[in-house]
């Protein structure tokens, strides 16, 4: 019987944990200024609106898998920052297609970074994978 309720506290204390983590995005959420607020991410990214890791931002735990944006960021980031060693995988489209690239460290400014045709992927990016 100790064991059982033993268990049951385990489980509830680890979705106490999910259910606090700031940078869980269920079905994209519309962004609100307190984001700006939230602790940054020991592992993971950050995607900023503008260069320089400045404006607006929403963060990514490592792991973690996103088909699309939250709020209006799809195609507004302008520079990614990275934490503890985190890798970013980031695409053109949504549902992870439309051409992507990796990045294995923080990019300041996605204008200096070519996607084809020209562009570059400043603005460009609808979909991430953070591992």
Partial sequence: MKTVTLM???TFSALTFAAQDPWVYRGNPNW?????????PRSGACFFKNAGFQGDRFCVNRGERLDRLPGNFGDNISSIQ????ARVTVFNDRNFSGGSQTFQRSVADLRNVRFRDGHTWNNRISSVIVR
């Fill in 82 to 85: 990275t934490y503890g060693g």
């Fill in 32 to 40: 609100d200024p307190s984001w700006n607020g939230r602790p940054f």
């Fill in 8 to 10: 049951l506290g385990l």
